[in-house]
C-alpha cells in the first residue's frame, strides 16, 4: 500500500462520514419543523387570557401567519427553543432571547442576553425596559405587539 491509496481512502472515509452527518442534520430539521407544525396546528384556538396577548405583526423568517395571538402568562420567554412560552422559529433569534414579566403593575421586558439583541419601539433594549400595551417588541426580525 502505497500513500496515494491511503490519502484516497481516507478521503472516501471523510466523504462518507460527511454523507452520514448531513443525513443527520436533514432529519433533525425534518424533526425539528414538524414539532413547530404540530406545535402551532395544536394552538390554532387562542385560550383567553387575563395578562393580554402578544400579537405577530411581521413574522420574519418564523414562518407564523400575521395576527397569530400567543396568550401572555405572568412571565414568558421568548426564543428560538421550543420550550420557550413563545417559540419563534427565526433564524435571528437566540434559543432564550427575551423575557417579557407582569410585575403586578406594569410590563418589563429584558433581553437574556442574545447576539442579536431586542428592541421596543425601535429602540434598542440595553436594560430593563417597562413596555405599555400598543407598544412593538422586536425579536430578531419578528415584530409582535403587546395587546389586551
Given at each position: 500500500m502505497n500513500l496515494a491509496d491511503i490519502t484516497i481512502e481516507f478521503l472516501i472515509l471523510a466523504l462518507r462520514i460527511a454523507v452520514v452527518f448531513l443525513l443527520y442534520l436533514f432529519l433533525y430539521q425534518v424533526l425539528r419543523t414538524i414539532t413547530r407544525e404540530l406545535r402551532t396546528a395544536g394552538a390554532e384556538t387562542t385560550p383567553a387570557s387575563q395578562y393580554g396577548y402578544?400579537?405577530?405583526?411581521?413574522?420574519g423568517q418564523s414562518g407564523l401567519p400575521p395576527g397569530k395571538k400567543f396568550p401572555l402568562d405572568?412571565?414568558?420567554?421568548?426564543?428560538?427553543?421550543?420550550t420557550n412560552d413563545i417559540p419563534l422559529n427565526d433564524t435571528f433569534l437566540s434559543s432564550e432571547h427575551a423575557l417579557l414579566e407582569w410585575d403586578g403593575s406594569s410590563w418589563i421586558v429584558e433581553d437574556l442576553g442574545s447576539t442579536n439583541g431586542s428592541w421596543v419601539n425601535g429602540r434598542?433594549?440595553?436594560?430593563?425596559?417597562?413596555?405599555?400595551?400598543?407598544?412593538?417588541?422586536?425579536?430578531?426580525?419578528?415584530?409582535?405587539?403587546?395587546?389586551?
Open positions: 402578544l400579537t405577530i405583526i411581521n413574522p405572568q412571565a414568558n420567554t421568548i426564543g428560538r427553543a421550543i434598542e433594549l440595553d436594560q430593563p425596559m417597562p413596555v405599555n400595551y400598543g407598544d412593538i417588541i422586536q425579536v430578531g426580525h419578528v415584530e409582535m405587539k403587546l395587546s389586551r
